[in-house]
Protein backbone atom coordinates (compact mmCIF):
# COMPACT_ATOMS: atom_id res chain seq x y z
CA UNK A 1 0.00 0.00 0.00
CA UNK A 2 1.76 2.54 -1.23
CA UNK A 3 1.38 5.62 -2.47
CA UNK A 4 3.01 9.18 -2.93
CA UNK A 5 3.14 11.06 -5.75
CA UNK A 6 0.41 12.91 -5.24
CA UNK A 7 0.92 17.07 -5.17
CA UNK A 8 1.75 17.03 -1.40
CA UNK A 9 4.70 15.46 -2.36
CA UNK A 10 4.99 17.59 -5.13
CA UNK A 11 3.55 20.87 -5.19
CA UNK A 12 4.78 21.58 -8.75
CA UNK A 13 1.90 18.75 -9.80
CA UNK A 14 -1.18 21.24 -8.15
CA UNK A 15 -1.35 23.68 -10.93
CA UNK A 16 -1.36 20.60 -14.08
CA UNK A 17 -4.19 18.85 -12.36
CA UNK A 18 -7.24 21.07 -14.36
CA UNK A 19 -5.07 20.56 -17.24
CA UNK A 20 -4.45 16.75 -16.56
CA UNK A 21 -7.88 16.31 -15.97
CA UNK A 22 -8.89 17.54 -19.30
CA UNK A 23 -6.64 15.68 -21.17
CA UNK A 24 -7.63 12.35 -19.26
CA UNK A 25 -11.07 12.56 -20.38
CA UNK A 26 -9.96 13.08 -23.85
CA UNK A 27 -7.59 9.98 -23.78
CA UNK A 28 -10.46 8.18 -21.84
CA UNK A 29 -13.12 8.79 -24.72
CA UNK A 30 -10.31 7.64 -27.54
CA UNK A 31 -11.98 3.93 -28.57
CA UNK A 32 -9.47 0.48 -28.22
CA UNK A 33 -9.51 1.02 -32.66
CA UNK A 34 -6.20 -0.38 -33.32
CA UNK A 35 -5.58 -4.11 -33.51
CA UNK A 36 -2.80 -6.09 -31.16
CA UNK A 37 0.16 -6.66 -32.33
CA UNK A 38 0.23 -10.05 -30.05
CA UNK A 39 -1.04 -13.45 -30.87
CA UNK A 40 -4.19 -14.31 -29.13
CA UNK A 41 -1.79 -16.27 -27.06
CA UNK A 42 -0.26 -13.86 -25.51
CA UNK A 43 0.78 -14.92 -22.56
CA UNK A 44 2.88 -17.48 -24.16
CA UNK A 45 4.54 -15.21 -27.19
CA UNK A 46 5.74 -12.21 -24.14
CA UNK A 47 8.42 -12.33 -21.91
CA UNK A 48 6.89 -12.47 -18.62
CA UNK A 49 7.33 -9.59 -16.18
CA UNK A 50 9.55 -11.73 -14.01
CA UNK A 51 12.12 -11.43 -16.55
CA UNK A 52 15.28 -9.33 -15.59
CA UNK A 53 14.82 -7.10 -18.23
CA UNK A 54 10.83 -6.86 -18.38
CA UNK A 55 11.41 -6.41 -14.81
CA UNK A 56 13.52 -3.58 -14.51
CA UNK A 57 11.45 -1.61 -17.16
CA UNK A 58 8.41 -2.23 -14.31
CA UNK A 59 10.76 -0.45 -11.78
CA UNK A 60 10.99 2.53 -13.96
CA UNK A 61 7.51 2.50 -14.88
CA UNK A 62 6.58 2.52 -11.56
CA UNK A 63 9.36 5.43 -10.50
CA UNK A 64 8.63 7.38 -12.80
CA UNK A 65 4.77 7.63 -11.04
CA UNK A 66 5.88 7.35 -7.81
CA UNK A 67 8.95 9.07 -7.65
CA UNK A 68 9.15 11.37 -11.01
CA UNK A 69 12.38 9.44 -11.66
CA UNK A 70 13.55 6.42 -13.74
CA UNK A 71 16.57 5.46 -11.02
CA UNK A 72 14.42 3.69 -8.86
CA UNK A 73 17.55 2.61 -6.82
CA UNK A 74 18.02 6.07 -5.84
CA UNK A 75 14.78 5.59 -4.16
CA UNK A 76 16.00 3.07 -1.34
CA UNK A 77 16.79 6.45 0.79
CA UNK A 78 13.36 8.13 0.14
CA UNK A 79 11.10 9.16 3.58
CA UNK A 80 8.37 11.31 3.46
CA UNK A 81 4.69 11.72 4.98
CA UNK A 82 2.46 13.19 1.91
CA UNK A 83 -0.42 13.82 4.13
CA UNK A 84 -2.65 10.89 2.71
CA UNK A 85 -3.28 9.35 6.13
CA UNK A 86 -0.68 6.26 6.14
CA UNK A 87 1.87 8.21 8.40
CA UNK A 88 5.62 7.76 6.73
CA UNK A 89 5.93 6.85 3.20
CA UNK A 90 9.33 5.73 2.28
CA UNK A 91 11.82 2.94 0.23
CA UNK A 92 11.26 1.92 -3.63
CA UNK A 93 7.99 0.80 -3.14
CA UNK A 94 6.36 3.19 -0.93
CA UNK A 95 6.41 1.57 2.15
CA UNK A 96 4.01 2.71 5.05
CA UNK A 97 4.56 3.31 8.69
CA UNK A 98 0.43 3.07 9.01
CA UNK A 99 -0.08 0.00 6.85
CA UNK A 100 2.04 -2.62 7.79
CA UNK A 101 4.43 -3.14 4.69
CA UNK A 102 6.79 -0.86 7.25
CA UNK A 103 6.66 -2.65 10.09
CA UNK A 104 7.45 -6.26 8.26
CA UNK A 105 10.61 -4.70 6.61
CA UNK A 106 12.11 -3.44 9.49
CA UNK A 107 11.58 -6.53 10.92
CA UNK A 108 12.76 -8.49 8.29
CA UNK A 109 16.19 -6.34 8.60
CA UNK A 110 16.09 -7.13 11.94
CA UNK A 111 15.98 -10.31 11.85
CA UNK A 112 18.38 -10.42 9.25
CA UNK A 113 20.87 -7.27 11.05
CA UNK A 114 20.26 -7.59 14.57
CA UNK A 115 20.69 -4.49 16.51
CA UNK A 116 20.73 -2.57 12.72
CA UNK A 117 20.10 1.42 13.05
CA UNK A 118 16.29 1.00 12.54
CA UNK A 119 15.61 -1.86 14.60
CA UNK A 120 15.04 0.60 17.93
CA UNK A 121 12.21 1.81 16.04
CA UNK A 122 9.77 -1.38 15.91
CA UNK A 123 7.97 -0.86 19.07
CA UNK A 124 6.99 2.84 17.79
CA UNK A 125 5.74 0.78 14.34
CA UNK A 126 3.64 -1.41 15.80
CA UNK A 127 2.39 1.08 18.07
CA UNK A 128 1.57 3.36 15.20
CA UNK A 129 0.59 0.50 12.45
CA UNK A 130 -3.01 1.59 11.13
CA UNK A 131 -2.74 5.29 11.67
CA UNK A 132 -0.89 8.05 10.73
CA UNK A 133 0.67 8.96 14.08
CA UNK A 134 4.83 10.04 14.15
CA UNK A 135 4.63 8.79 17.56
CA UNK A 136 8.01 7.50 18.91
CA UNK A 137 9.38 7.99 15.21
CA UNK A 138 10.20 11.63 15.30
CA UNK A 139 12.76 13.17 15.20
CA UNK A 140 15.05 10.73 13.99
CA UNK A 141 13.40 7.94 12.23
CA UNK A 142 13.80 10.07 8.71
CA UNK A 143 17.55 10.48 9.59
CA UNK A 144 18.25 7.21 10.30
CA UNK A 145 15.91 5.81 7.34
CA UNK A 146 18.73 7.37 4.70
CA UNK A 147 21.31 6.02 6.97
CA UNK A 148 20.05 2.46 6.61
CA UNK A 149 19.61 2.59 2.95
CA UNK A 150 23.29 2.50 2.52
CA UNK A 151 23.40 -0.76 4.26
CA UNK A 152 23.16 -3.07 1.14
CA UNK A 153 21.40 -5.60 3.58
CA UNK A 154 19.02 -2.76 4.04
CA UNK A 155 18.75 -2.62 -0.08
CA UNK A 156 17.95 -5.85 -0.07
CA UNK A 157 15.14 -6.78 2.48
CA UNK A 158 13.32 -3.66 0.49
CA UNK A 159 13.63 -5.85 -2.70
CA UNK A 160 12.75 -9.10 -1.10
CA UNK A 161 9.78 -7.43 0.32
CA UNK A 162 8.32 -5.41 -3.13
CA UNK A 163 8.22 -8.93 -4.61
CA UNK A 164 7.05 -10.69 -1.98
CA UNK A 165 3.59 -8.46 -1.03
CA UNK A 166 3.34 -7.17 -4.74
CA UNK A 167 5.72 -7.83 -7.35
CA UNK A 168 5.71 -11.82 -6.97
CA UNK A 169 1.44 -12.37 -6.35
CA UNK A 170 0.92 -9.80 -9.21
CA UNK A 171 2.78 -11.71 -11.89
CA UNK A 172 1.70 -15.08 -10.49
CA UNK A 173 -2.54 -13.60 -11.05
CA UNK A 174 -1.37 -12.23 -14.11
CA UNK A 175 -0.03 -15.84 -15.63
CA UNK A 176 -2.83 -17.36 -14.05
CA UNK A 177 -4.85 -15.08 -15.95
CA UNK A 178 -2.97 -15.87 -19.16
CA UNK A 179 -1.85 -11.67 -19.23
CA UNK A 180 0.90 -10.67 -21.17
CA UNK A 181 3.48 -8.29 -20.11
CA UNK A 182 1.69 -5.25 -20.12
CA UNK A 183 -1.65 -7.24 -18.27
CA UNK A 184 1.44 -8.19 -15.49
CA UNK A 185 2.54 -4.92 -14.73
CA UNK A 186 -1.40 -3.49 -14.92
CA UNK A 187 -1.89 -5.42 -11.72
CA UNK A 188 1.66 -4.32 -10.36
CA UNK A 189 0.71 -1.38 -10.47
CA UNK A 190 -2.23 -1.71 -9.35
CA UNK A 191 -1.23 -3.67 -6.26
CA UNK A 192 1.80 -1.17 -5.58
CA UNK A 193 -0.89 1.94 -4.79
CA UNK A 194 -3.76 -0.05 -3.07
CA UNK A 195 -2.63 -2.79 -1.60
CA UNK A 196 -4.33 -6.41 -1.54
CA UNK A 197 -6.32 -6.19 1.25
CA UNK A 198 -10.55 -6.39 1.65
CA UNK A 199 -11.51 -2.65 1.21
CA UNK A 200 -13.47 -2.30 -2.24
CA UNK A 201 -10.15 -0.45 -4.11
CA UNK A 202 -8.05 -2.82 -3.03
CA UNK A 203 -6.33 -4.68 -6.08
CA UNK A 204 -8.71 -8.04 -5.72
CA UNK A 205 -11.31 -5.69 -5.58
CA UNK A 206 -10.57 -3.83 -8.74
CA UNK A 207 -10.08 -7.12 -10.80
CA UNK A 208 -13.38 -8.10 -9.09
CA UNK A 209 -14.92 -5.49 -10.60
CA UNK A 210 -13.34 -5.94 -14.25
CA UNK A 211 -14.60 -9.25 -14.54
CA UNK A 212 -18.16 -7.75 -13.92
CA UNK A 213 -17.72 -6.33 -17.35
CA UNK A 214 -14.75 -8.72 -19.19
CA UNK A 215 -13.51 -12.34 -19.29
CA UNK A 216 -9.74 -12.93 -18.66
CA UNK A 217 -7.78 -14.93 -21.30
CA UNK A 218 -7.99 -17.92 -19.17
CA UNK A 219 -11.51 -17.59 -19.49
CA UNK A 220 -11.95 -17.24 -22.84
CA UNK A 221 -12.08 -13.08 -23.24
CA UNK A 222 -9.93 -11.03 -25.41
CA UNK A 223 -7.21 -9.58 -23.60
CA UNK A 224 -7.30 -5.88 -24.90
CA UNK A 225 -11.53 -5.89 -23.89
CA UNK A 226 -10.05 -6.98 -20.31
CA UNK A 227 -6.96 -4.70 -19.54
CA UNK A 228 -9.27 -2.15 -20.85
CA UNK A 229 -11.73 -3.06 -18.36
CA UNK A 230 -8.78 -3.28 -15.60
CA UNK A 231 -7.80 -0.08 -15.96
CA UNK A 232 -11.38 1.31 -15.84
CA UNK A 233 -11.72 -0.45 -12.83
CA UNK A 234 -8.90 0.70 -11.74
CA UNK A 235 -9.32 4.32 -12.51
CA UNK A 236 -12.53 4.55 -10.44
CA UNK A 237 -10.40 2.90 -7.58
CA UNK A 238 -7.96 5.98 -7.53
CA UNK A 239 -10.75 8.15 -7.88
CA UNK A 240 -12.25 7.23 -4.36
CA UNK A 241 -9.10 8.89 -2.66
CA UNK A 242 -8.10 12.40 -3.18
CA UNK A 243 -4.23 11.54 -2.75
CA UNK A 244 -4.75 9.03 -6.01
CA UNK A 245 -7.40 11.12 -7.74
CA UNK A 246 -4.66 12.14 -10.59
CA UNK A 247 -5.07 8.76 -13.06
CA UNK A 248 -2.88 10.26 -15.45
CA UNK A 249 -0.20 6.42 -14.57
CA UNK A 250 -3.20 5.17 -15.98
CA UNK A 251 -4.53 7.60 -18.63
CA UNK A 252 -1.23 8.43 -20.39
CA UNK A 253 0.96 5.56 -19.48
CA UNK A 254 -0.80 2.10 -19.32
CA UNK A 255 -3.73 3.62 -21.46
CA UNK A 256 -1.32 4.20 -23.96
CA UNK A 257 1.01 1.11 -23.84
CA UNK A 258 -2.54 -0.70 -24.34
CA UNK A 259 -3.71 1.49 -27.37
CA UNK A 260 -0.57 0.69 -29.69
CA UNK A 261 -1.30 -3.44 -29.24
CA UNK A 262 1.91 -3.23 -27.11
CA UNK A 263 1.00 -5.76 -25.17
CA UNK A 264 4.26 -7.68 -24.37
CA UNK A 265 5.42 -4.22 -23.53
CA UNK A 266 8.70 -4.17 -25.73
CA UNK A 267 10.85 -1.13 -25.96
CA UNK A 268 10.98 1.97 -27.22
CA UNK A 269 8.30 2.38 -24.11
CA UNK A 270 7.30 6.56 -24.43
CA UNK A 271 4.95 8.04 -21.72
CA UNK A 272 3.73 10.66 -19.55
CA UNK A 273 2.83 10.55 -15.83
CA UNK A 274 1.73 13.93 -14.32
CA UNK A 275 2.54 15.84 -17.65
CA UNK A 276 5.84 14.37 -17.69
CA UNK A 277 7.40 12.77 -20.27
CA UNK A 278 10.09 9.64 -20.04
CA UNK A 279 11.35 6.91 -22.31
CA UNK A 280 13.08 3.64 -22.22
CA UNK A 281 14.84 2.76 -25.62
Not at 41 to 70: G, H, Q, R, W, Y
Not at 217 to 230: C, D, H, R, V
Amino acid sequence: MTHHSDESAHPSRIARRTVLAAAAASLAAVPLLRPSHASASTAAACTPLDDAAKKEIAMKLVSSAENSSLDWKAQYKYIEDIGDGRGYTAGIIGFCSGTGDMLDLVQLYADRKPGNVLAKYLPALRAVNGTDSHDGLDPGFPRDWARAARDSAFQQAQNDERDRVYFNPAVRQGKADRLGTLGQFAYYDAIVMHGDGDDPTSFRNIRRRALGKASTPAQGGGETAYLNAFLDARVWAMKQEEAHSDTSRVDTEQRIFLRNGNLCLNTPLDWKVYGDSYHIG
